[in-house]
């Protein structure tokens, strides 16, 4: 059972923008650090985003930063992926998580809570 979900994916064309949105699937009392991951057929989970609980601090890929933008939420563990100059190379499955500690926000398996994912679509 998935403790986050997310919303917005869709299919755009290259250049363009989308906006993602992830939350609890119930309520939460902790705040988590979040992050966004992404994973394209036939390849690894690959870390894309991240923000700290209090949204002071944000880390990003190479191959996002500069086009991409994760601002959190109004609402306790929301977070948002901005996203803009898409490419065919950011076709893939996205991914949210949340975690409770650690500072190691490019590695997946320090994440606790994951959403199912949602698909983006970058048409050439």
């Known amino acids: 059972q998935a403790q986050l979900v997310e919303s917005g994916g869709g299919l755009v064309q290259t250049g363009g923008s989308l906006r993602l949105y992830c939350g609890p699937a119930g309520e939460t009392f902790t705040l988590y650090s979040m992050g966004w991951f992404r994973q394209a057929p036939g390849k690894d989970r690959e870390f894309v985003a991240a923000v700290t609980g209090s949204g002071g601090s944000t880390y990003y890929a190479d191959s996002a930063n500069g086009r991409f933008t994760i601002p959190r939420g109004s609402a306790k563990n929301t977070v948002y992926l901005h996203m803009s100059g898409l490419k065919p190379e950011d076709t893939a499955v996205y991914y949210c998580?949340?975690?409770?500690?650690?500072?190691?926000?490019?590695?997946?398996?320090?994440?606790?809570?994951w959403g199912r994912g949602t698909q983006v679509t970058v048409s050439s």
């Open positions: 998580a949340a975690r409770v500690g650690g500072t190691d926000y490019s590695r997946a398996l320090g994440y606790d809570f």
